[in-house]
């Protein structure tokens, strides 16, 4: 079966510190991977997704970057960490589109909390 | 661009009993997918039910289940013989067909379960 991992699962952060989110996917291969960002109280917000290695869209403007350096691994990073960088950040997989139905899932891992101070 | 509205920020329930949760969106396409979400106290987002909207039929599970009006734009989501684990956070998304990969989420409705 298919399982997602982050890490770390909460992190605090200075002002002007640079980040690096991981996420890793096993027991599937070719996955599509996204980040999302929650504000507290809030729905998610889509950041970033990833239909391959090297193939990155971003969906809002933002002191963020998100890199892919093996199929199964999505990174998050940032330079310099702002005080609204606070939040949940998800990572999520699906297959990658084939067939209907089946592509269109999002599976969610368990998140990282960040504290940016 | 879409959007997806809970107008229900709350709801509560008594154990075993039956409740709604509410979703409308809007769109201008006609092939989507239309999902919703849970968030417990962990705040890991986990699946709850699918709906594809070229499909009349509603969809199941177990004790969840929808009501999806496609002329109204409306999905809502009914849980039968509600469980203390029942009790969290519950996202209606949508996400288009058409090439674009994002899920649109509303804004959330917590539920609570009363003993």
């Known amino acids: 079966s298919q399982t997602i991992h982050q890490w770390p699962a909460t992190l605090v952060q200075p002002v002007g510190s640079p980040l690096s989110l991981e996420c890793t996917v096993e027991g599937t291969s070719n996955p599509n991977l996204y980040w999302y960002r929650q504000a507290a109280g809030r729905g998610l917000q889509l950041l970033f997704y990833?239909?391959?290695?090297?193939?990155i869209s971003s969906e809002v403007p933002q002191n963020l970057s998100a890199s892919r350096p093996q199929d199964r691994q999505f990174i998050l990073s940032s330079k310099k960490l702002l005080l609204s960088d606070s939040g949940f950040y998800l990572c999520a997989w699906s297959v990658r589109r084939e067939v209907r139905e089946v592509q269109e899932t999002q599976y969610f891992g368990p998140g990282t909390r960040l504290l940016v101070l | 661009a879409q959007t997806v509205t809970q107008s229900q920020p709350e709801m509560s329930v008594q154990e075993a009993e039956t409740v709604t949760l509410s979703c409308t969106y809007d769109t201008s396409e006609s092939d989507y997918y239309l999902f919703w979400y849970k968030q417990p106290p962990s705040r890991q987002m986990i699946l709850v039910i699918r709906q594809e909207a070229y499909k009349q039929q509603n969809a199941t599970e177990n004790r969840f289940s929808v009501n999806f009006q496609k002329a109204a734009k409306s999905f809502s989501l009914k849980i039968s013989d509600s469980q203390l684990g029942d009790a969290a956070m519950y996202f209606c998304?949508?996400?288009?067909?058409?090439?674009?990969?994002?899920?649109?989420f509303g804004t959330g409705t917590r539920l609570t379960i009363i003993p």
């Open positions: 998304a949508y996400k288009s067909n058409f090439g674009n990969e994002k899920l649109t």
């Open positions: 990833s239909i391959g290695i090297d193939q």
